[in-house]
């Protein structure tokens, strides 16, 4: 199936670093996800931005909803070393909950002190 | 419970053998999906549910894969004479319909077919 292309595929960066990775997509979406997954557990929402253009923060985490509506990208400030793990796009054609995602191939993050 | 359950979390399963993965949604919620992630990938859709009713089977890979939710509750993913190519983590997801953006993933059954 679909997969959106995430960039980069990994990165390492030190304690205090920012951080930033993006998604693109062939297609639009009119709703844009990012969640972090942890080993061994489901994706956690961390960011949904629902219009073109939207920039929208969340605590240390900063994403932006493309304005062709083809892509977004999310920026993190000041790392630490809890936000390792694997950090997903995903992009929703339909409004509301009732409509699939489309998950991108993911950025792995790792912090080191 | 608080959150999305899913059992078992691990699965080991012989080539041609059947399973059955259960997921315990959020009371209350009443939508719910099933992704496939294969090791290294992102969630793949495979089905979602409406209350009892199946809307939208069109991530499913094969006839081997079955779905079911009778009461609107409890969904049970089934997978019929497996094949090493099944080998993934199958996550479920559930919302209330009126909210928008994301879902609540449980932890996921992780099956590996040997």
């Known amino acids: 199936g679909q997969q959106l292309n995430q960039s980069p595929q990994s990165m390492f960066i030190q304690e205090g670093e920012d951080v930033s990775m993006n998604c693109t997509s062939s297609s639009i979406f009119n709703t844009w996800l990012w969640y972090k997954q942890d080993p061994g557990e489901g994706p956690v929402l961390l960011i949904a931005l629902y219009k073109a253009g939207e920039l929208t923060s969340n605590g240390r985490l900063t994403a932006q909803f493309g304005i062709t509506r083809k892509d977004s990208f999310l920026n993190i400030s000041a790392s630490i070393p809890s936000d390792v793990g694997i950090y997903f796009c995903a992009g929703q054609l339909l409004p509301g909950t009732a409509s699939k995602l489309t998950f991108g191939t993911g950025t792995r993050l790792q912090v080191t002190l | 419970g608080a959150g999305v359950s899913q059992s078992p979390r691990y699965k080991v399963a012989k080539r041609g053998q059947d399973v059955a993965l259960r997921c315990d949604p959020i009371?209350?919620?009443?939508?719910l999906f099933w992704y496939q992630q294969a090791l290294g990938q992102g969630p793949e859709f495979l089905t979602y549910f409406q209350n009892e009713a199946q809307l939208d089977k069109s991530g499913l890979p094969s006839d081997r894969f079955f779905a079911e939710r009778p009461e609107g509750s409890v969904s049970t993913l089934k997978i019929q004479r497996t094949q090493q190519e099944d080998s993934a983590v199958y996550l479920c997801?559930?919302?209330?319909?009126?909210?928008?953006?994301?879902?609540?993933f449980g932890s996921g059954t992780r099956l590996t077919v040997v």
């Open positions: 997801a559930s919302s209330l319909a009126e909210t928008g953006g994301g879902y609540t």
């Open positions: 009371s209350g919620h009443v939508s």
